[in-house]
């Protein structure tokens, strides 16, 4: 089956909560350990506000194959644009059209916010992700240092 075949066969929509076990193992392979419970906690406090959406792509057997989380970020010094906060695409199902799927919907979902703009944060070591989101249209623009406090 050619990858255009297979891509077709994947259909973006909203997660739901009975999602939540899957998008759990899945940010698990990003490298976020997340037990089913805190995804849906996560989720419900993304729910509240219109400015946050996480999207799946489900395979044609219902399995899902990745996930995409995306908010509007709002700034006093800058437009509002929107920011991909997780993009992830099981193992055996990279490199079949997900992905792009999923990043697509995102881009519509910013849109339709009036966000001018698209970003995201990826780890230095994710090699593969940056030519995935340089082969979509996406360009490096800058390189910083990430700090934080545990509260």
């Not at 350990?33 to 996560?42: D, F, G, L």
């Not at 399995?63 to 099981?90: C, H, P, Q, W």
């Not at 519509?108 to 593969?128: D, K, P, T």
Request: proline residues 1%.
């Amino acid at each position: 089956m050619s990858k255009a075949a297979r891509a077709s066969n994947v259909t973006v929509r909203p997660a739901h909560a009975n999602d939540v076990a899957r998008l759990a193992q899945l940010a698990g392979q990003l490298g976020y350990s997340s037990t089913p419970e805190q995804v849906a906690k996560r989720l419900e406090g993304m729910r509240e506000s219109g400015d946050h959406a996480v999207f799946v792509a489900e395979g044609s057997g219902g399995e899902i194959a990745g996930f995409i989380g995306v908010f509007v970020n709002r700034a006093v010094e800058t437009d509002a644009r929107a920011e991909i906060s997780g993009l992830v695409v099981d193992e055996a199902a990279r490199s079949q059209g997900a992905g792009k799927q999923l990043l697509d919907r995102a881009e519509e979902w910013a849109r339709q916010r009036g966000c001018g703009g698209i970003g995201l944060r990826s780890n230095v070591i994710r090699e593969r992700a940056h030519e995935f989101y340089l082969r979509h249209g996406y360009r490096h623009h800058k390189t910083q240092k990430a700090f934080r406090k545990d509260l």
